[in-house]
């Protein structure tokens, strides 16, 4: 299997194709750049580690920051401390609410903190998983993360996917391979792959893969026989990968009592009509 040639319609420049990848070829895939920011320009394939956690060393304290002050009563009892340090507004000493919003800030960061080291844990075990990468002449035992574009990946019974792949050879007469999605759709029931005939035939040994540079079909082709990451035994890698996709970016999750509660405190409380209902006064009278 490989991850060859995944090309589709450019729109930012004049080619015909956007990915034009070629197989066994590191230095030529690695060539290709895309504008990130200003001119500043980064590579245009990623590589096939993944990143699912929110936070990092240096990111956590104003994101955790962030998160805890789009809680509109955070905001309010902010405010409320704010106004709490000029002496004639002020009705308490502004560190009797200072010190309780610290301690719910610290609270709600450390449980945010302890959810995202399992995130960092997971995608570390992700990382490492093995897989058989052919290198020169020999498919040799590499870590997921080190799987690149291009490179051709030998998958045996039961194997997970690491990264969209393009089935080039099978062991099967008929070129089939069979793949296992529950882990993506929830599906048990074996999907079957082809080979194309060429590469099926052309490929019978390890000397014959570790010559190959072709280049793959175009986009609607590519896509029927590949089987994506996370499935069992296209051509992207880490977070360009069709399940890594599908998963979208981490969010701010937030609870059905955090908006209301964003409302209630919004929410200015009118007095009372003197037009309204006059309710008769109870009194409780002595007797005689």
């Known amino acids: 299997m490989s991850s060859l040639t995944f090309q589709e319609d450019l729109e930012e420049t004049g080619s015909v194709f956007a990915w034009e990848v070629k197989a066994n070829s590191r230095d030529y895939n690695s060539q290709f750049k895309e504008k990130a920011f200003l001119w500043w320009r980064r590579r245009k394939y990623k590589s096939n580690a993944i990143h699912t956690a929110k936070y990092n060393a240096f990111s956590f304290l104003p994101l955790s920051l962030y998160e805890q002050l789009h809680r509109a009563s955070n905001l309010y009892f902010l405010l409320i401390i704010v106004l709490q340090g000029f002496p004639e507004v002020s009705t308490l000493p502004w560190f009797t609410l200072f010190v309780p919003l610290v301690c719910l800030f610290v609270t709600r960061a450390t449980r945010g903190l302890l959810d995202d080291i399992g995130r960092h844990r997971s995608d570390r075990t992700i990382n ?14 590499k870590k997921w993360e080190n799987l690149c574009v291009g490179d051709v990946v030998c998958l045996h019974r039961d194997s997970i996917v690491p990264a969209d792949l393009l089935l080039l050879a099978s062991t099967e007469p008929s070129s089939l ?4 999605t529950a882990d993506i759709d929830g599906e048990t029931n074996l999907k079957f792959r082809q080979a194309p005939p060429v590469t099926h035939h052309k490929l019978t040994s390890v000397r014959k893969m570790a010559s190959f540079q072709g280049e793959g079909p175009q986009a609607g082709a590519g896509r029927a026989v590949c089987p994506t990451r996370g499935s069992r035994s296209a051509n992207p890698t880490g977070c360009d990968t069709k399940i890594m996709k599908n998963c979208g970016s981490t969010r701010l999750k937030r609870t059905k009592i955090d908006h209301l509660l964003n409302r209630l405190v919004a929410l200015v409380r009118r007095p009372p009509s003197s037009s309204g209902p006059q309710f008769p006064s109870c009194t409780k009278t002595r007797a005689a």
């Open 128 to 141: 490492n998983r093995p897989c058989q990468i052919l290198v020169g002449k020999s498919f040799l035992w």
């Open 177 to 180: 391979c069979y793949v296992e």
